[in-house]
């Protein structure tokens, strides 16, 4: 519910009409905090506004990935916004519910990250799927486990889920606890970089052929 003028006006003591730029500015943490607590959504933009770079650097801190971290600050934001109802500005300012928050954030992000990398080891040593390859499939998976090697941590995890498990992007999400979102990209990245290295690769000269 959004605060609006005819809210607040015969109140002296409730919160100005944040819509109001020079306003936005002035308002202190106990006043967002208590615009949060009434479901202001204008005092949510606030306070990520004043309180996004913390979260974000403490998400660094504990991930050491930046990109990670800018995950985590948008579900430390999305988690205060959804659980508004449960915070009592009397218990504490704003910014440490917040942090207590990032922390339950960054845990389960790590949580998910070493789920990731187990999920991405045991499908690398899957054994093929058909007994019956024939020398080209065998060379594409050894072609593809080259190029895999190759690329960053989270997209080669999401690509390996995908090429040897046989996971859906939808399926990826849920195992890994990333957002659907997250691992398209890291997939379109991935794959992207595939082929320019493959294309790199085919283009060179054979066994240091002149050709001129």
Excluded at 33 to 53: F, I, S
Excluded at 62 to 83: C, I, K, M, N, Y
Excluded at 137 to 145: A, C, E, F, G, N
Excluded at 154 to 173: C, E, G, M, W
Aim: charged letters at 25%; one cysteine or more; aromatic letters at 4%.
């Amino acid at each position: 519910m959004t605060v609006t003028s005819t809210d607040v006006r015969p109140d002296p003591g409730a919160l100005p009409d944040t819509r109001s730029g020079a306003l936005s500015d002035t308002l202190s943490d106990e006043a967002i905090g208590r615009g949060l607590a009434r479901g202001d959504e204008h005092c949510l933009v606030l306070a990520h506004r004043r309180w996004a770079r913390l979260v974000h650097t403490l998400a660094v801190r504990s991930l050491g990935d930046p990109r990670e971290a800018e995950d985590v600050t948008q579900q430390v934001f999305l988690a205060a916004w959804r659980g508004r109802a449960g915070y009592r500005p009397e218990r504490g300012p704003v910014p440490a519910w917040l942090v207590g928050i990032t922390r339950r954030k960054t845990a389960d992000a790590l949580t998910a990250r070493t789920r990731r990398l187990d999920l991405a080891a045991a499908a690398a040593l899957m054994p093929p799927t058909r007994t019956d390859e024939g020398p080209e499939h065998v060379l594409d998976r050894i072609v593809v486990t080259r190029e895999l090697a190759r690329l960053p941590r989270d997209q080669r995890d999401v690509l390996t889920l995908a090429y040897f498990a046989d996971l859906t992007q939808a399926q990826i999400a849920d195992r890994t606890g990333l957002p659907l979102g997250t691992v398209k990209s890291h997939a379109r990245r991935g794959l992207q970089r595939m082929r320019r290295s493959l294309a790199t690769t085919a283009a060179a000269p054979v066994g240091g052929e002149n050709t001129d």
